[in-house]
């Protein structure tokens, strides 16, 4: 019996330890977190009437507004003024209360609370504060207010408030000619300052990103002198400088005394933002190439959207430059996958980068579009979507450069290469003597190593010529290539020094064991024919020296001339430079 007394003791203990913990847990969780509070609003549209506070708090206790149980945030493009309250109750635990259903409340602990409307681009917002039906505060927020006339130094129009009274009412007014997003943020200051944080991380990384790939591809740029560096970079700079107008930023911190700047720089940017995608996908996809049609349209589609521009301005409605930009923004978003689809299809390798990428940024672009416009379900990561689609987009695109400047650094190796190359032998050329020898030459010359040279040339070359053809000729040309490849060492270098003269400097050599693998060349070639054809002799000239008594040049020429008394001598044999003999 006592045994059961305290195992249900027990668990009595730990079922109310459990509840206190959850309690607390979700009093803490409260605490910390700001509420969107956009569910327990009462709605009214208000449609060329000009009402007051008074009208609209009149309306809410004659249960005259709508219910917007579903948390509707997004009006979308709209000329009504849009007016929310929201029902605030200090109950008898001491939680205000903000709730449309009864069933589910919002428990907030009884703090100072801020209210933000987290959107930088409205307009004008007014809240009106009631206690007990009476009107006891009326801020002014949003674009039409400089950042010194507002009630807090913040990106996004907000104001602390202390609920003192058991009933408040919150009435908000919206009007704005961009489009209505009004999501409303309630939490108390601690709440209101880990949102705050997590916004700068959030922006500090984004942005921290865009300007390292901006500053990365402005430098391959000022390198390669390459167009679509630049290009790219006017594109990443464009969304980066727009996104800093739309979400507040730039308000913020650089115009924040300018109503003016803020209300017409948003959509400024936009067209840039715009132009600079148009123009950086005509660059980037290589369309003279790939997609000639398109590039030879290129200047009318550039001039069309000069046309629109020249629209916006005389039409003067700020509503109709975002609404008109954003539709067109959509279309071109469509377009930039379908050219990309195009160009991969013709053959544009850095269109398998493009398309991806292409896909994550208007991916992006249309979440955030979406729930602008209110069709699909408001939250903070779907606001944000463009930005983590951009970002993503950007990444992509910066990664294709890179590939592309590795293509381009490949293909100038390839070029210099084969600029130093015989295309028939694929042994060095004359030009690329210089380059490889000079370097070993001056190193040997300090550390007094010795260097030789050996000079060969196919006896009776013309005659191949003459009795077989220049197909035969060529063979033999590679054949003989081959066959000194085989016979010097790995660390000697061969060249194809004229029309049937090869050259082979072979460093760190003694000229009489170059002398040495002269004559075993000579006898290897004598006994094999080419193609079981033409039968192959070679005459040679060697010479060496120390590089502290000649210059390179001079030893080359003692070769050559004992090249010219092997040929004297009856060809088919190997001469020694000897430098009193030949040069004096």
Excluded at 214 to 239: A, C
Excluded at 250 to 265: I, T, Y
Excluded at 506 to 511: D, E
């Amino acid at each position: 019996m006592r045994a059961f007394l305290f195992f249900t003791g027990f668990v009595l203990m730990n079922c109310l330890a459990g509840g206190l913990v959850h309690v607390y847990a979700k009093e803490t969780a409260s605490i910390k977190k700001m509420h969107l509070v956009n569910s327990s609003l009462w709605i009214f549209e208000e449609d060329g009437n000009a009402l007051s506070a008074e009208d609209i708090l009149y309306k809410y206790e004659q249960e005259l507004l709508e219910t917007n149980a579903e948390g509707r945030v997004s009006y979308g493009f709209t000329n009504k003024t849009v007016w929310g309250v929201l029902p605030v109750s200090l109950n008898t635990y001491g939680f205000l209360v903000t709730s449309v259903s009864k069933d589910s409340p919002i428990n907030i602990p009884f703090l100072p609370l801020k209210i933000e409307i987290d959107n930088a681009w409205l307009d004008d917002i007014d809240i009106y504060f009631f206690e007990n039906g009476v009107s006891k505060r009326h801020v002014k927020l949003g674009d039409n207010q400089v950042h010194s006339a507002r009630f807090e130094n913040a990106r996004m129009p907000s104001i602390f408030y202390r609920f003192t009274q058991p009933e408040t009412i919150l009435i908000f007014r919206f009007s704005t000619q961009d489009p209505m997003t009004i999501p409303v943020f309630v939490g108390p200051p601690v709440a209101a300052k880990n949102k705050s944080i997590e916004n700068a991380y959030f922006y500090g990384a984004l942005y921290g990103a865009l300007i390292i790939l901006l500053v990365y591809n402005l430098v391959l740029y000022s390198y390669l002198k390459e167009k679509r560096y630049l290009l790219y970079s006017l594109y990443l700079f464009s969304f980066l400088i727009f996104n800093f107008t739309y979400t507040g930023h730039g308000f913020w911190w650089v115009w924040s005394e300018s109503v003016l700047s803020q209300q017409w720089l948003m959509p400024a940017f936009m067209f840039l933002y715009l132009f600079s995608a148009v123009r950086f996908t005509i660059e980037f996809l290589n369309t003279q190439h790939y997609l000639p049609r398109l590039y030879r349209s290129r200047k009318y589609i550039y001039g069309a959207l000069g046309v629109l521009a020249v629209v916006i301005v005389i039409i003067g409605s700020r509503s109709f430059a975002v609404m008109s930009q954003l539709a067109i923004l959509t279309t071109i978003a469509l377009w930039m996958l379908f050219i990309g689809a195009f160009a991969y299809r013709n053959g544009d390798t850095l269109a398998k980068f493009f398309l991806p990428a292409v896909l994550c940024g208007t991916g992006g672009a249309t979440v955030s579009s979406l729930a602008t416009w209110g069709l699909i379900p408001y939250s903070t990561w779907a606001f944000r979507a463009i930005e983590i689609g951009m970002v993503l987009e950007m990444s992509l695109l910066s990664i294709s450069l890179a590939f592309n400047y590795k293509q381009v650094q490949q293909a100038r190796r390839n070029a210099e290469r084969d600029a130093r190359l015989d295309p028939l032998t694929s042994l060095y050329n004359r030009r690329a003597f210089e380059d490889l020898v000079y370097p070993i030459w001056e190193l040997g010359k300090r550390s007094n190593k010795f260097m030789s040279v050996i000079l060969i040339d196919i006896d009776w070359f013309k005659s191949i010529n003459d009795k077989y053809g220049h197909d035969m000729g060529d063979k033999v040309l590679k054949k003989v290539a081959e066959e000194i490849k085989c016979q010097v060492r790995a660390s000697d270098i061969t060249f194809r020094w004229g029309g049937e003269e090869f050259l082979v400097f072979l460093p760190n050599t003694r000229v009489q064991y170059a002398k040495q693998i002269a004559e075993n060349l000579r006898m290897h070639l004598f006994a094999h024919d080419i193609n079981k054809l033409v039968s192959v002799t070679v005459s040679i000239g060697v010479a060496g020296t120390s590089p502290g008594d000649e210059d390179v040049d001079i030893l080359i020429k003692g070769a050559d001339q004992a090249l010219y008394l092997a040929k004297a001598r009856g060809r088919n044999k190997v001469v020694l430079w000897n430098e009193g003999e030949f040069l004096r």
